[in-house]
């Protein structure tokens, strides 16, 4: 999943997600067909519905678990083929 809003399996050419510009990325991993990111300490996932902790499918970066980053940020996050994991 690569965030820009398609469902391509392969870019050759790296691109940039617009969703993450100017702000500072700590972390990031990549599932079979989702990723996650924490950014400014907030969580935010991408991806196929059920596996990128959204309701969706969601090709851009979406925040989630707002209600546990605004007391402690997140700083590390973890992913294997179907599951990810945050502290």
């Known amino acids: 999943q690569l965030g820009v809003a ?3 399996e392969f870019s050759a050419t790296p691109r940039c997600l617009e969703e993450l510009l100017g702000t500072k990325v700590t972390d990031i ?3 079979q067909e ?3 990111v924490i950014r400014n300490g907030h ?3 991408w991806g196929r519905a059920g596996l990128n ?3 969706s499918d969601s090709y851009h970066p979406k925040q989630i678990a707002a209600e546990f980053s ?3 940020p997140f700083r590390s996050v973890v992913a294997s083929a179907k599951f990810g994991a945050a502290l």
Request: proline share 0%.
């Open 6 to 8: 398609s469902n391509n």
């Open 29 to 31: 991993a990549a599932g």
């Open 70 to 72: 605004a007391s402690v």
């Open 53 to 55: 902790g959204t309701a």
């Open 34 to 36: 989702f990723s996650v």
């Open 43 to 45: 969580l935010f996932a």
